[in-house]
């Protein structure tokens, strides 16, 4: 599979935005090593929207127990981590269908997206997320001075 028009279409889009753009190179070294990385396919997710400024991060691991499942938040990158215990590879599978694998899976979170829940119920990880904006970032109107 050729990714090259897909990769110079990212770089036309990032070029054409840094000329009207100040103070944005540090998210653009972000989505550069974001486009640079390998992005696995497990395990499956969902992101879903459920309000204007909240988001449900849901993550499908059967086979794993609350135990095996660690969730960092540093510098606005969200690692979700499962490791699988010994005890658990000791079975003895006739047919295995589960994939049941390590992993961790990487999400870098916008500055104004902030935690709010984490579930694990039923083989799915839930993580809420709301949109907070500061005061100091939300719109206001500049008045002009009368000389």
Same mark, same amino acid.
């Given at each position: 599979?050729?990714?090259?028009?897909a990769a110079?279409?990212?770089?036309d889009? !990032?070029? $054409?935005?840094?000329?009207?753009?100040?103070?944005? %190179?540090? =998210?653009?070294?972000?989505l %550069?090593?974001?486009?640079?990385?390998? +992005?696995?396919n497990?395990?499956?997710?969902?992101?879903?929207?459920?309000?204007?400024?909240?988001?449900?991060?849901?993550?499908?691991?059967?086979? #794993?127990? /609350?135990?095996? +499942?660690?969730?960092i938040?540093?510098e /606005?990158?969200?690692? &979700? =981590?499962?490791?699988?215990?010994? @005890?658990?590879?000791?079975? /003895? !599978? &006739?047919?295995?269908?589960?994939?049941? *694998? @390590? !992993? =961790? *899976? @990487?999400?870098?979170?916008?500055?104004?997206?902030?935690?709010? *829940?984490?579930? #694990?119920?039923?083989?799915?990880?839930?993580?809420? #997320?709301?949109?907070? &904006?500061?005061? @100091?970032?939300?719109?206001?109107? &500049?008045?002009? $001075?009368n000389?």
């Open positions: 599979m050729n990714t090259l028009p110079k279409a990212f770089d889009i !990032f070029n $054409e935005l840094s000329k009207y753009s100040v103070g944005f %190179e540090p =998210t653009f070294r972000v %550069e090593q974001m486009k640079n990385s390998q +992005i696995p497990y395990p499956p997710y969902n992101l879903e929207q459920l309000s204007e400024t909240t988001l449900r991060l849901s993550i499908a691991l059967a086979g #794993f127990k /609350k135990e095996d +499942i660690e969730i938040l540093q /606005k990158k969200l690692t &979700i =981590t499962g490791n699988k215990t010994a @005890s658990d590879k000791a079975r /003895k !599978f &006739i047919v295995k269908g589960i994939a049941e *694998r @390590s !992993f =961790t *899976r @990487s999400f870098v979170l916008h500055q104004t997206m902030h935690i709010t *829940r984490a579930k #694990f119920e039923d083989g799915v990880l839930e993580i809420d #997320f709301e949109q907070i &904006i500061p005061e @100091s970032q939300k719109p206001k109107k &500049i008045e002009i $001075e000389v």
